[in-house]
């Protein structure tokens, strides 16, 4: 089973940054759209943001656009989620999907590859 690994979650006060961290298995991953998505308690999983295979193509959803930034490493297998101006509302847990295409999509459904979550709280 390919697994996705996250890191970077923890406890921060709004206004506050983190970085998050996504290392896929193998380069072969680095073909692939990467994305991010959240689940904060009682509510359903929503998209946060994709970048495309190059790195070049990114997109965010709009409670997120201007504060969060998408990237890459190839060299690394890795992507990365940088969270800045955190608000309580960005309380929730943070997985990281890969898409067996070069483009991203915001649907959950479109991700063949999950990681296992890392928990973001923010304290307000």
């Known amino acids: 089973q390919v697994q996705l690994v996250e890191s970077g979650g923890g406890l921060v006060q709004a206004g506050g940054s983190l970085r998050l961290s996504c290392t896929a298995p193998?380069?072969?991953?680095?073909?692939?759209?990467m994305g991010w998505f959240r689940q904060a308690p009682g509510k359903e999983r929503e998209f946060v943001a994709f970048?495309?295979?190059?790195?070049?193509?990114?997109y965010y959803a709009p409670a997120v656009k201007g504060r969060f930034t998408i990237s890459r490493d190839n060299a690394r297998n890795t992507a990365y989620l940088q969270l800045n101006s955190l608000k309580p509302d960005d309380t929730a847990v943070y997985y990281c999907?890969?898409?067996?295409?070069?483009?991203?999509?915001?649907?959950?459904?479109?991700?063949?590859?999950w990681g296992q979550g890392t928990q973001v709280t923010v304290a307000s």
């Open positions: 193998d380069r072969t991953f680095n073909t692939n759209a």
């Open positions: 970048v495309d295979w190059t790195g070049n193509r990114t």
């Open positions: 999907a890969s898409r067996s295409s070069p483009n991203g999509r915001i649907s959950a459904h479109e991700y063949d590859y």
